[in-house]
Nanobody
Framework: VQLQACGGGLVQAGGSLKISCVAS????????WGWFRQAPGKEREIVAG????????WYTDSVKGRFTISRDNVKNTLYLQMNSLKFGDTAVYYC????????????????WGQGTLVTVSS
């Protein structure tokens, strides 16, 4: 199983960025997916999740209304559209897959990508 995250980069505060995660080696549509992030000196936190059964989504409070998680089951790709970016969104973003609907718990996840760095300049 490989999860390849990409699309990170440097963006000014208030700007937008869309990151992607291409998956291979698993049946993409049968997994729930999550985006996590880890800022320097901080613990990893879940940012958003999307369920495999009905595409239900979940967001941590700090990104609600600004971030949108989505999936393309044909392209085996997970996306995270990030708008109105803030300096505090600076982190390495990781995609992950879980074989259940409990996508809001990091400990449940089965597979992890390598991360892509998002840097927001103030």
């Amino acid at each position: 199983v490989q999860l390849q995250a990409c699309g990170g980069g440097l963006v000014q505060a208030g700007g937008s960025l869309k990151i992607s995660c291409v998956a291979s080696g698993l049946t993409f549509r049968r997994y729930s997916w999550g985006w996590f992030r880890q800022a320097p000196g901080k613990e990893r936190e879940i940012v958003a999740g999307i369920g495999w059964r009905n595409d239900n989504t979940w967001y941590t409070d700090s990104v609600k209304g600004r971030f949108t998680i989505s999936r393309d089951n044909v392209k085996n790709t997970l996306y995270l559209q990030m708008n109105s970016l803030k300096f505090g969104d600076t982190a390495v973003y990781y995609c992950a897959a879980v074989d259940s609907m409990s996508y809001y718990l990091a400990s449940n996840y089965d597979y992890w990508g390598q991360g892509t760095l998002v840097t927001v300049s103030s």
